[in-house]
């Protein structure tokens, strides 16, 4: 059985979504559907589905399905992308909402022509909240060794509503992201498997980043893992307050003023097109 969906494609810095608006609740299973939107061959392609929902607790609701069919807590590239969308619909002429994801309640606001900045809120530090066995006291977990087949990366580990693995390394450009991703993904040390940053710091003021997204595998931007980055990088004296993401997909800014305090994330929200495609399994 088929169905026609009305959809639009955006991204945040290269990562790129197919937006769907679920509102009206007349979507299908979202996770096979998500498979073939997200096909670059077959479908549209992308790296995340994202779907708009109303909310009893916030303006909305945002649900994120990964490449694979899976669902997430949070995607920081996303939400700057679902609140262009809302707003470029006129859904909402607010200069900032509410939009509740399994993560909690995030907050995007206008930050000028196709830029937004978003509360990220506080980084989550504790080793079973964000969830990793990699530590059993009650963090941070910095630069910790980690057993990836026959190699041994030093790991921090931070979650942003999602569990991120922060690898310093002395260039991404060179690093094996497609051999190490899976492996750091799929860790045992990480019961909710893990997205995987593999950084270089450039100055005191700037990172570079490349990520490996669990559920979709290399993307060219990560905004809550820019956001993991930064505070790993903080944490261990490696960069002031405020800092430059540079990936491979655009800039994303950041800054944390540590303890627990919130984190703050600006960067680029575009559309790229919008159509209907057809797809098996409505």
């Not at 969906?5 to 096979?32: C, I, Q, S, W, Y």
């Not at 609140?83 to 309640?105: H, W």
């Not at 989550?124 to 087949?149: C, H, M, R």
């Not at 800039?251 to 797809?279: K, N, Q």
């Amino acid at each position: 059985m088929s169905c026609e969906l009305e959809f639009t494609k955006m991204h945040g810095a290269g990562n790129d979504f197919v937006v769907l608006d679920g509102r009206d609740g007349g979507l299908p299973p979202l996770e096979p559907i998500s498979r073939q939107l997200c096909d670059r061959h077959f479908g549209i392609g992308a790296d995340q589905v994202l779907v708009v929902r109303d909310s009893k607790a916030a303006d909305f609701r945002m649900e994120i399905y990964n490449a694979d069919g899976s669902q997430v807590e949070m995607c920081a590239n996303g939400i700057r992308a679902f609140y262009k969308y809302v707003r470029d619909r006129g859904l909402s002429s607010a200069d900032e909402i509410g939009v509740e994801t399994l993560s909690g309640v995030v907050r995007p606001r206008w930050a000028g022509p196709d830029r937004v900045a978003v509360d990220m809120g506080r980084p989550v530090l504790e080793p079973a909240k964000i969830p990793t066995t990699l530590s059993e006291g009650s963090g941070p977990v910095l630069d910790v060794p980690l057993q990836v087949g026959d190699e041994e990366l030093r790991v921090s580990s931070v979650s942003m509503g999602n569990p991120h693995a922060v690898i310093l390394v002395p260039d991404p450009d060179r690093a094996p992201v497609e051999r190490w991703g899976p492996l750091v993904e799929n860790h045992p040390m990480f019961p909710n498997r893990v997205n995987a940053e593999f950084v270089a710091v450039v100055g005191r003021d700037r990172v570079r980043q490349r990520t490996w997204e669990r559920g979709t595998g290399e993307t060219l931007a990560c905004g809550s893992g820019a956001c993991a980055v930064v505070v790993v990088c903080i944490l261990r004296e490696l960069l002031g307050p405020a800092a430059t993401v540079e990936l491979r997909g655009g800039e994303l800014e950041v800054s944390w003023a540590g303890g627990d305090t919130h984190v703050f994330m600006t960067g680029p929200a575009a559309e790229v097109f919008s159509g209907r495609i057809t797809v098996e399994g409505g």
